[in-house]
């Protein structure tokens, strides 16, 4: 039997949200790791912490729905997972290893 | 005091940097030959033989060109069909329609169509995108554009139109006149031509969907 | 620019390249001004300006002001970081003036001879017809000979004196960007072959290799102007290099989707053009913590001054850092995968993207890089931002955003009406060029264009008094 996949169309009223969603996936990824950052450089307060994962968590919901709208395949949708859990590390690797190298160089 | 740990060291981030690099670069280069073996130009005997070419030899002026809904890969794909007349003729030797092949695709250049038009979709957009425009129902024996020239057939209106832009006037952003020659035109539309067989994996989308003329199925 | 505070000649060279980058760069304004009036009102300087050669002097104008920029930036930080004069200094004025001329000979002819018959004569010497790099054979030749002179100053300056991490990237970065100029430089009668090669040449220097200049002139700022730890502060660069090189250049599939090139790249394009939006994050989080950090450890010391040497200059590298992510990351996310991409490819979308990551990314960073010219050039120790810089920063800033929403919106009328609806016909692109909304925002465009102009000339205002203001420390 031959498969018969015809892409699926995206709905004319679906651009729109897949535009803002996906505008929204990097602003509130830049929040995220913009908050831990500065929290780590003592710019802003301690207590703040908790909204840098709150942004992340908006960041994923944003990204899902960006992927449901333009029906991104099922490899694509577990290189998206794979993609957040990585984002969720990043900046806490890279301000281990900042960290380290401070440590090194003047105390 | 801190033990000295890779991460922190200078010297393995540089040499991370040079390896993914290296890597990435290999990685396009063998993507790269792969995909110049795929696109290189098919010829005569390609076109005779019915073997499918991503892009097909010149000789394709010989023949219909369509655009047609593909149900396995799920998008369009120009579909070569029988012999069509162009310019009259349809017996173009491979010399002949490569010829003027060359002749339009530097007259593309000459001309700086990319400055106003999109070619594959790339260029500036300011007139209308070229890729599938051999295939434009305008153009076509129903079509306002062929109609507005007072010719009988795609090429020899898309000629017309080339060599007297200002002429006909379509809205009112006008095409300019660029001093195109006869030749030059015919050579133009039988590079547009040629580009229209090329496989683009369904780019431009639904094309010409609302005027129902071309896949239309 | 009075040099006589200069007492490097690389340094003085550096203000020439600065100098003539910025006459390009009104250049490059005021042909986007008539190409935008043209959208509004077709008519005008019809058949004699027409839209294809506004447009060249355009796009043209912006890439050679910026490579202009890039140069004199490099000859600029070259004796800072090398410790040493830059070595064959006479060899690179020569070249200064080969490659002006060359440029002013090739603009007269975009405007005075504009096209010609379809024969190599005309891809010699009057145009190329590629977008972006239109500029005839002979002048390739001499953009060669010009950029192997350049990256030969600097090969031989890095390795005579001391070589830095930023100078390591520098050499190897520029030597990539000129070779890859190679690939643009044969004729093919394939359009898919000649796409294939001229995305090597546009996508591998905006998403690539000028990228990582623009990290290495981030890195010399932020340790000129902040006092940032070099060790640190290089680190963070090598790791830019990784996540640029890494996901820019297989990102170069997002350009391979719709030109004849096989389908594989969908997925390669996809994955690794998600992956690019990383690296400006990163580099936005490396100014911000150095930033944060220096300024920590003053307040530290119980000084509570900024550390800040060059106000004008930071903030145009801080706006760099954002319009980078802003522009290049988040506009250009919009419309890369490919199931978007089918409708948004070759629309205003790609447009808007272009204009604010352009600016972002690149326009923002050199400005700062004049900026530090001036400061030098005048022997200025903390440089303050006057009235006029503040309006150009804020002029040219709001009208480029203004731009890009503007292109923006236009781009998806353009995708819902000529692409989703109608498909890319004759007929179906005036319907949506015709529509309210379309129309609309390209008169917004044009008013924009025109907030951008006038906070040029506030900057050229700036630059050229700027360094008798008496507001300064010297």
Partial sequence: MIETVIRPEIALNDFLPIFVSSAFVLIFGAFYVGIYTAVKV?????????????????????????????HVGEFTAKALVVAMIGYLMLPHAVYYMQHRVHEENEH | MANKSVWSDNRFWQRSAAWVTGFASVLLIWLTFDTSAQISMGNDADLKNGVTKR????????????????????????????????????????????????????????????????????????APDLTKSWLDPAWGPEGSLQAMTGKNTREEAMAEFLQHPSQYPTHERMMPNLG???????????????????????????FGKIQGAVHGK | MANNHLTSESKQLATWYFTFAAILFGAQLLFGLVAAIQYVMPGFLFEIIDFSIARILHINALVVWMVFAMFGSVYWLLPD????????????????????????????????????????????FITEGREYIEAPRWADFGIVVVALGFVGNLFLTGMKGKQTGIVTVLMADMIAFSGLYLAGMFFTDNISVDQYWWWWVIHLWVEA??????????????????????????????????MLFGSGILGMGHHYFWIGTPEYWWEIGALF??????????????????????????????????????????????????????????????????????????????????HLAFFGAYATILIGMMYMGIQGSNGIKVMKNTKASIWAVSLITSGVVGMTVSLTIAGYVQVLVSRAQMGATWAAYFDGQSGMWFTQAMDWRLFMGAVTFAGFLFLIKDFLSTGKDAQHEH
């Fill in chain 2, 180 to 206: 195109i020659t006869a030749e030059e035109a015919k050579g133009l539309v039988a590079f547009l031509k040629h580009m229209s067989s090329i496989d683009t994996n369904g780019f431009p989308r639904n």
């Fill in chain 1, 42 to 70: 003592e710019i802003l307060k301690k207590w703040t912490m908790p909204f840098a994962y709150l942004f992340w968590g908006l960041t994923c919901y944003m990204l899902y729905i960006m992927g449901s709208l333009m």
């Fill in chain 3, 273 to 354: 053009s998600a992956l690019e939006p990383l690296p400006l994050v990163a580099m936005f989080i490396h100014v911000l913590y150095d930033w944060g950090k220096t300024q920590g450890e003053q307040n530290a010391q119980g000084k509570d001054v900024s550390v800040i040497n060059n106000k004008p200059a930071f903030t145009w590298f801080v706006l760099n850092a954002f319009g980078n992510f802003l522009g290049a990351g988040i506009w250009g996310f919009f419309h890369t995968l490919p199931q978007v991409n089918l409708y948004t490819h070759g629309t205003q979308f790609t447009s808007a993207h272009g």
């Fill in chain 3, 81 to 124: 970081e090398t410790g040493i004069e830059t070595v064959g200094i006479k060899i690179g004025k020569l070249l200064f003036w080969i490659f002006a001329a060359a440029i002013v000979v090739v603009v007269l002819v975009y405007l005075l001879v504009q096209v010609g018959p379809a024969d190599e004569t005309t891809i010699w």
């Fill in chain 3, 209 to 242: 290799t000028w990228e990582v200049f623009v990290g290495a002139i981030a890195a010399y700022g932020l340790i000129t102007m902040l006092g940032a730890h070099r060790k640190t502060v290089e680190m963070w660069l090598w790791i830019e290099v990784s």
């Fill in chain 2, 55 to 126: 892009v097909p030899g010149p000789t394709v002026i010989n023949y219909k060109i369509t655009y047609e809904m593909d149900t396995k890969r799920g998008h369009e794909v120009p579909v070569i069909g029988g012999k069509e007349k162009f310019f009259g003729r349809d017996d173009y030797s491979e010399e002949e329609a490569g010829a003027l092949l060359h002749l339009g695709k530097l007259g593309s250049q000459a001309k700086n169509c990319m400055d106003c038009h999109t070619l594959l979709g790339n260029g500036a957009y300011y």
